[in-house]
């Protein structure tokens, strides 16, 4: 079951924006991965909107902070948007948050 999962990719200008939606928890922290890292190599620009998740949990931190490590690797950018309630919460706890997080 992929609890309402999905992903949605959408070229703009010169980035990409990633909209995810549903849980993000061991079940599909792999598939985040591999559409994250995969728009980090086609983009110097990747903007992930979290508005659509409900659940993180420590194997989405790590799929997050992956395509991250990739984007810095290749000199792109990787910044995460959009995160509530829970969501929010952990990439606070984690201190991953800061890390993602667009510039002021």
Request: hydrophobic share 45%; charged share 25%.
């Amino acid at each position: 079951m992929d609890r309402g999962f999905g992903v949605e990719r959408v070229v703009d200008a010169d980035r990409i924006v990633v909209r995810v939606r549903g849980e993000i928890d061991l079940m599909t922290a792999g598939s985040l991965r591999d559409e994250l890292c995969d728009a980090v190599k086609q983009s110097p620009e990747v903007v992930v909107d979290l508005a659509g998740v409900g659940f993180l949990d420590s194997t989405g931190v790590r799929a997050l902070f992956d395509a991250y490590r990739s984007a810095n690797e290749l000199g792109h950018r990787f910044y995460v948007t959009g995160a509530r309630q829970w969501v929010a919460k952990v990439l606070d706890v984690t201190g991953v948050g800061k890390l993602l997080a667009p510039p002021a």
